[in-house]
């Protein structure tokens, strides 16, 4: 049984795209069998995972508008895990899933079918709330939420529980929010540590152990279309998000299926 999570924060630019790459990259390096969904029309998850989002025949899009299975249109990506794409295409589902039932649970019911084939389903979500992202939290069990430890970041925290709870009381009672990954960190700033300080005393276990350090190598990967674990497996960055890998392997265990 597949665990799928999404990756979330309405904000842009928050490490989004890098954590879900660099996890599921982690993950499969740590022997899990891994699908990565693109939600994003820009396609930087796609093409972050060495996968050319204008090659593709088929996408994300397809699925959702029910004219291709995930086992159809997903690839294999060069970085042990499969990739699920986006392109520009996907900006216009948006609009095309207006008008059609169940809109906000095509992907939930795209992924049923592959369930028994990944041990982790990764959904990377565009930064915002809209029909994509809302498709991404009604099929998953849990929401990552990558955070840059700075002021405004707790301003927008709130927004996004304001979503989740609603999803979770209206559409998905399985969404909870599995963590806060603390990203981009840089312990030398006393905001930063202020701000780490602060988040660990409201959310205690919510937050993940692991912390992502500000790391050039991981920014510098995605021009090379892959993740910064496969790019640079020995970077600081690299070795902290393997080592998230294991703390989610570990999180999934203590679900063990209950809410
Ligand atoms: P989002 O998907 O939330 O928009 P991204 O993952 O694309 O955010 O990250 C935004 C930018 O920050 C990218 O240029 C990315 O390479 C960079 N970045 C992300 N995480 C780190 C990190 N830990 N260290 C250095 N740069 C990072
Ligand atoms: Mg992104």
């Known amino acids: 049984m597949a665990k799928i999570f999404c990756i979330a924060n309405q904000k842009g630019g928050v490490g989004k795209t890098t954590t879900t790459v660099n996890l599921a990259a982690g993950l ?3 022997g899990q069998r891994v699908l990565m969904v693109d939600m994003d029309p820009q396609g930087n998850a796609t093409m972050g995972s060495g996968v050319d989002k204008r090659q593709l025949a088929l996408t994300v899009y397809d699925v959702l508008l029910e004219s291709a299975s995930v086992q159809e249109a997903s690839v294999a990506s ?28 095509r992907l939930k019911v795209a992924l049923a079918a592959v369930d028994a084939e990944y041990d982790f389903v990764l959904v990377d979500c565009p930064p ?28 927008g925290l709130s927004d996004l529980v304001n979503t989740i709870r609603q999803v979770h009381a209206n559409l998905n ?87």
């Open 78 to 105: 060069p970085c042990g895990y499969r990739v699920l794409g986006a392109n520009r295409e996907l900006a216009g589902a948006e609009v095309e899933l207006v008008a059609l039932e169940q809109r906000e649970k």
């Open 173 to 259: 009672a399985d969404l909870q929010i599995i963590g806060l990954l603390r990203v981009m960190f840089d312990p030398r700033t006393t905001l930063q540590q202020q701000v780490s300080d602060q988040l660990q005393s409201h959310f205690g276990d919510k937050v993940f152990r692991t912390v992502i350090p500000r790391n050039v190598r991981l920014a510098e990967a995605p021009s090379y279309g892959l993740p910064g674990v496969v790019f640079d497996p020995a970077a600081k960055g690299s070795v902290a998000f393997v080592e998230f890998a294991q703390e989610m392997v570990e999180r999934v265990r203590s679900m063990s299926g209950a809410p």
């Open 128 to 155: 915002s709330l809209s029909m994509l992202t809302l498709n991404g939290l009604c099929s998953a069990h849990g929401v990552i939420v990558p955070m840059q430890c700075e002021y405004f970041a707790l301003e």
């Open 28 to 30: 499969a390096r740590v």
